[in-house]
């Protein structure tokens, strides 16, 4: 076959607030021989599936700002965690027809050196579970709530978590729906919010206790009826973590996740930090990659089980061509997804 043209997402400029489609990310052509080209003890692989996830903006930042995960190079491919078949290959251990797991680039195809293939996991065949599923809640956002919840576990050796309560802001997300279906459970009574009515009614669904929309319903109002909280699972930060301190038990525990409201903003001050000391909170900054090495066999086992079951439910916002997936990312900093964003680029 002759060379095709592969379509790819390129970092093109460093946004102020939030990412301009057709500015920060552009999409650019090159050319690629899927029969000839050089795979260097590697694999050539067909993306699937690319994961959008809110930690992207993140990335999109000067390269010698620090933070957990690597900046984007200007005007190279923006990639992140996909799921890939592999088309052809020149490692023994990784066979045409199968599925990679991993963090690829935004295109169609790739071709990833026998180092890049030492970070990815093979995907076991007729599971189940939908491809687009392993990078939603069988992936890392599953796994950031599992393992999340984990870290949380070990307080149940001196008590239950049966009969706490928890806040989980930004509910109904990927990580937000899996900590809801954990926490119902383990017997807690969940708060939970966001930002529309599909999504509440998603929550009610998953059988939260108290849902309400952020935009719309006072928190403070919410917590003063029905906290105090022995946990809150923070994904936004700013005034909502703000809000939260004074509604804690004495010794509450906070799991910090996310910071939904600075991702594309200056954040807001948190002013409540003295009820620390007077209740004895307990406050985690918690990172998904950290804990991999612990949980990942556990979730492996379990979680894509539950999915392939129905017993772990959740919602996706799917596309289908690589033209939208610049708007897609906005559309997750702008709360217009509903459920896991993914773009779907082949169907096997
Ligand atoms: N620490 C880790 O290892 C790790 C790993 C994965 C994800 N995360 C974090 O976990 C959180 C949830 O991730 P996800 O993939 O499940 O995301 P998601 O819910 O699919 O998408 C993000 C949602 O955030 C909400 N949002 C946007 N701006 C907001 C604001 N100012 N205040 C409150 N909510 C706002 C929007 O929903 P609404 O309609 O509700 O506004 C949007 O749909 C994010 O903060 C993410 O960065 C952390």
């Known amino acids: 076959m002759a060379p095709i043209q592969n379509s790819r997402v390129i970092f093109n400029s460093i946004p102020e607030g939030y990412p301009v489609p057709g500015e920060t990310l552009i999409i650019e052509n090159e050319s690629i021989d899927l029969d000839n ?18 930690y992207l903006r993140s990335r999109m930042r000067e390269p010698h700002v620090p933070s957990y995960a690597p900046a984007f190079t200007l005007h190279k ?55 687009s599923v392993y990078v939603g809640v069988g992936g890392m956002p599953g796994q950031t709530a599992y393992y999340g919840w984990k870290e949380l576990e070990p307080k149940k050796a001196r008590r239950h978590l049966s009969g706490e309560t928890i806040y989980i802001s930004t509910a109904a997300g990927p990580v937000g729906c899996t900590v809801m279906q954990l926490a119902k459970a383990a017997g807690l009574k969940v708060i939970a919010s966001a930002g529309q009515e599909t999504k509440l ?27 105090p909280l022995d946990i809150y699972w923070d994904h936004v930060g700013g005034k909502t973590l703000d809000t939260v301190l004074p509604r804690m038990k ?14 594309n903003n200056a954040p807001d001050p948190v002013y409540n930090l003295d009820r620390f000391l007077a209740l004895r909170i307990k ?60 773009i779907v680029l082949a169907d096997d």
């Open 37 to 54: 080209d050089p795979l260097g003890g590697g694999v050539l692989v067909q993306i699937v599936c690319i994961s959008v996830d809110p």
């Open 250 to 263: 004495v010794h509450g525990r906070i799991l910090i996740v996310g910071h939904m409201s600075s991702y």
């Open 201 to 227: 009614q998603f929550l009610r669904e998953l059988g939260a206790d108290v849902v309400f929309n952020y935009k719309t319903a006072d928190l403070d109002d919410v917590l003063k009826e029905h906290a």
């Open 77 to 131: 491919p923006i990639h992140n965690h996909a799921v890939a078949r592999v088309l052809r290959s020149e490692n023994a251990d990784v066979k045409p027809g199968q599925h990679l797991y991993g963090w690829f680039d935004f295109a169609h195809y790739q071709i990833v050196d026998a180092e890049g293939l030492k970070r990815m996991r093979i995907l076991p065949e007729g599971s189940g579970v939908p491809w």
């Open 283 to 342: 406050m985690l900054g918690f990172l998904v990659i950290d804990h991999d090495e612990k949980y990942s066999k556990e979730f492996y086992e379990v979680v894509p089980g539950k999915i392939a079951r129905g017993e772990l439910k959740y919602n996706e916002t799917v596309v289908r061509s690589l033209e939208e997936a610049p708007q897609l990312i906005l559309d997750v900093q702008q709360g217009n997804n509903f459920g896991k964003a993914v």
